[in-house]
């Protein structure tokens, strides 16, 4: 564990370099769904799917932040950030997944990259989030050994027309989460539940992750490397070892079946048995790769329940009813994130940036055209405050990135859930900031002047 006493911290509570930043992701905030030669990606697909997704909400104008994006970066840059961590459509760059390269596509992210480092802002790029074309999920999707040599050829594609402007770069957003909801659940694209299936795209995206940064090593030049994990501690929803053997099964799958591989090179032991065959001679090596840093994405603890009829035997279960929650019912429990920042340093030995944190609330712009989302600016002060307790402790983390810059497209719950540090009216597409941007802004610049007097 990083030895804190050799780590000067400023007044403010944060080391030196400490990194700003807000995340986004292609398919939430692009719209422009056909625009420019973009085909449809699995989320289109579901978004037309009935009683998927609540008020039949699809991407299809989300933000519009594909013809917006000048307006955006012009937020961000007076939020003051430092970084801005996006997601790169698949289906913009090889709209059927592999082959045919969509220079139109290309160009868009040109663009955005370009107006980000103007802004003076780091970009932060990430492979994969959740949109994977169409096209590959009718070739078998990630279930389909072929999808890691798919996901190396794209990322091949976007490091070398990108590599020399942006040099962070995540290979995957949330593992599980996609493979979990995707193939086991339904609540993601493509909305499979099947055992096999469910293994086989866990393996797949550990490989193709691999596999990935092998590409990035190899393409762009002192690039820094990394991969965004979900982790959340798991709580059994009631005291019983039904429960308990949920909870346990649930944390397997939700928090090490992708960092224990790839960083440990080994399943967790609850699932090691179960997806070895489809782990071939040389497999783990390919997994676990040399990385610069580990991205956590935190919002709550969750809660398992036993349900023997589900797929693994595991269902979501309720927080407590007394539990402090967010408006749209998550747990708010910052010692659980402090908690989660001390064990992460202590596992995996790796720098963390927090690449996404925040609160999803019901935020209506009021008579004098403000928005004072209150309840989100407490969220994150008690948030951060737990940043600061687990740094203190010890825990190696280099930046905070606030979900999300906008009011954005929610996966199932479409437009109903509000994530934003910006208000977005989704009839006029105008951007309106909240209080809680104006907190954001002042309390990086606070952390700046804290810094600079050291
Ligand atoms: C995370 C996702 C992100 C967003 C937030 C609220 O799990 O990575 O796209 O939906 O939750």
């Known amino acids: ?36 030669g973009r085909l449809p990606s699995i989320w289109d697909t579901r978004c037309r799917m009935q009683g998927k997704i609540a008020n039949g ?18 937020l961000m840059k007076a939020l003051g950030l430092d970084v801005y961590r996006f997601s790169v459509a698949w289906p913009r760059i090889l709209p059927k997944g592999k082959g045919r390269v969509n220079e139109k596509g290309l160009d868009f992210y040109d663009r955005l990259i370009d107006g980000v480092l103007e802004a003076g802002i780091e970009p932060w790029l990430c492979l994969y989030h959740w949109d994977l074309p169409q096209a590959l999920d009718d070739l078998g999707g990630w279930p389909a050994r072929e999808s890691a040599g798919w996901f190396a050829d794209y990322a091949a594609v976007c490091c070398r027309r990108y590599g020399d402007r942006v040099k962070h770069w995540a290979t995957f957003n949330e593992f599980a989460v996609f493979t979990l909801f995707g193939y086991c659940i339904d609540w993601s694209a493509p909305g499979v539940t099947d055992r096999e299936a469910h293994l086989k795209a866990i393996h797949h995206a550990n490989l193709a992750h691999g596999m990935g940064v092998d590409v990035i090593r190899d393409l762009v030049p002192g690039a820094s490397i990394g991969a965004v994990h979900n982790r959340q501690v798991v709580w059994p929803e009631k005291d019983t070892d039904a429960d308990r053997r949920a909870a346990a099964l649930l944390d397997a799958h939700w928090n090490k079946a992708f960092p224990d591989p790839q960083l440990l090179g080994h399943y967790p032991d609850l699932i ?27 919002y ?25 929650k967010s408006d749209i019912g998550w747990p708010i429990w ?3 994130f402090r908690d989660e920042l001390i064990d992460l340093t202590r596992t995996y030995k790796l720098p963390i940036y927090v690449t996404e944190n925040g609160m999803g609330g019901n935020d209506k712009v009021d008579d004098k055209g403000e928005v004072n989302d209150a309840t989100r600016i407490r969220y994150l002060t008690l948030y951060t405050d737990a940043m600061k307790e687990a740094i203190a402790a010890g825990a190696d983390v280099r930046g905070y990135y606030v979900w999300s810059l906008l009011d954005n497209f929610e996966w199932g719950t479409g437009y109903q859930n509000r994530f934003g540090l910006v208000h977005v009216d989704y009839e006029t597409l105008k951007r309106t900031p909240k209080a809680s941007y104006a907190w954001f802004r002042d309390a990086i610049a606070a952390a700046r002047k804290a810094e600079a007097a050291v």
């Open 57 to 74: 909400d699809t991407g299809d104008v989300a933000c519009d932040h594909y013809h917006r994006y000048p307006e955006d970066i012009a």
């Open 1 to 36: 564990m990083t030895d804190i006493r050799s780590r000067a911290l400023t007044a403010a509570g944060y080391p030196r370099g400490f990194k700003w930043g807000v995340s986004t992701s292609s398919y939430q905030i692009e719209g422009g769904h056909d625009a420019d």
């Open 300 to 324: 709550g603890p969750i809660f398992a329940r036993d349900e023997p009829t589900a797929t693994w035997g595991f269902h979501w279960g309720a927080a407590p009813d007394d539990a402090d």
């Open 272 to 298: 090691a048995e179960t997806i070895a065959p489809y782990v071939q001679a040389g497999d783990m090596a390919q997994i676990c790769r040399r990385i610069d840093w580990f991205g956590l994405n935190h």
């Open 334 to 336: 910052p010692a659980a």
